[in-house]
């Protein structure tokens, strides 16, 4: 593929390509935030899943205490209805049956009251982890927000920027030949950002700065005489430079 115009053509796709990149590198800037703020992010929302575990696992507590609370709760109506039928008892048989299941339920309470107890002290302990996790959280949320505030206002001030230099580039892209622009864009889409090269010369040795791959000789001449043409290890478009 050649014509009188390539040479123009690729100079102009050149320096397309470096608006190109220039937009490329302010978009990828737009979308890394600073270090400082991912890092906070980070310990927020550790911080955040840890708070959510502790809340959870004091609601579970919670629900087993109270559970024991009501057994406790039912089984003190049951000892004292039972107290008040063995006072009703007529004989000495139905005497030891009311002391009998009276022993058991206090029995039971006895080991309901037991098992409450590490559970009080539990969430003691965790009422004292949750507060010590809110504590930091509000301490570094202040600064989050500071962050974020200056982040949004970076990027705002990154995508006004992005903004200016597309519409140079779409000035720049309409004085370039389409079949060429196309070639390019799509080269560029393959090729991670670059869709043209330079040509370098070392000595008698032609070189491919994409790939940095030694040029053919008839590849090299038609590159010097302005042709558009493509590497051919890389292919991207190749011009001579300056």
Same mark, same amino acid.
């Given at each position: ?9 690729? +100079? ?67 000892? +004292? ?14 005497? &030891? ?8 339920? +206090? ?74 622009? +196309? ?33 053919? &000789? ?25």
């Amino acid at each position: 593929m050649g014509g009188v115009n390539g040479a123009e053509a690729l +100079k102009a796709l050149y320096a397309l390509q470096e608006k190109d990149l220039e937009i490329d590198r302010l978009r990828a800037e737009a979308e890394s935030p600073p270090e400082e703020l991912v890092a906070l992010q980070g310990q927020v929302e550790a911080l955040e899943e840890r708070l959510t575990n502790l809340l959870e696992r004091r609601a579970e507590l919670e629900r087993e205490y109270n559970r024991h609370s009501l057994d406790i709760e039912d089984l003190s109506a049951k000892e +004292k209805q039972a107290e008040e039928e063995q006072k009703r008892a007529q004989s000495a048989r139905e005497q &030891t049956q009311y002391e009998n299941r009276i022993q058991q339920i +206090k029995d039971r309470i006895r080991e309901l009251l037991e098992l409450s107890t590490p559970i009080m002290e539990a969430m003691e302990n965790l009422e004292a982890e949750i507060a010590q996790v809110e504590e930091e959280l509000a301490a570094l949320k202040p600064r989050l927000q500071e962050l974020l505030e200056a982040n949004r206002a970076r990027v705002e001030e990154l995508e006004a920027a992005i903004a200016a230099k597309v519409e140079e580039r779409t000035a720049m892209a309409a004085a370039i030949p389409a079949q060429i622009l +196309k070639e390019y864009e799509a080269i560029r889409r393959a090729r991670r950002g670059t869709g043209v090269a330079r040509m370098a010369v070392q000595g008698q040795v032609y070189r491919c700065e994409g790939c940095s791959v030694v040029l053919p &000789t008839h590849v090299a001449q038609k590159v010097v005489r302005g042709q558009v043409v493509r590497c051919p290890s890389c292919g991207r478009l190749l011009w001579k430079g300056e």
